[in-house]
């Protein structure tokens, strides 16, 4: 599992991983274990990276009180969004509870 934050060293200016975002700081999180929904396998690998996510995005939220979180595959970030939800962080019971549909957005708070 990758994080990687939205700056770019060589021209000291951030971008944006998509236009769905509105926040100033992204950061993206790439990682082939993390499953989309219906494609979940349950193996130790794909577990622990959920956990690894979950607990990022939790801090993010304690840090913040609001974080966007999408979902899509590599090249389709500009691509309409097939659902936006706006959830509560205490709706997220399970890592398993983040695994997304492709295009899929949530703002959490």
């Known amino acids: 599992m990758y994080f990687e934050n939205n700056y770019e060293s060589k021209t000291k200016r951030k971008f944006s991983y998509s236009p ?21 396998r349950g193996v130790a690998i794909e577990r622990k990276c959920l956990k690894i996510l979950h607990s990022y995005l939790e801090d ?4 913040r009180g ?3 979180y999408f979902t899509s595959l590599s090249g389709k970030e500009h691509w309409h969004i097939s659902n936006r939800r706006k959830i509560s962080w205490s709706e997220i019971k399970t890592p398993y509870d983040l695994v997304l549909d492709d295009m899929e957005f949530w703002e959490i708070t």
Do not use: N
């Open 66 to 68: 609001v974080l966007e």
């Open 60 to 63: 993010a939220i304690q840090a």
């Open 20 to 40: 769905h975002f509105s926040f100033e700081y992204q950061v993206a999180a790439m990682s082939e274990r993390i499953p989309l929904k219906h494609r979940e």
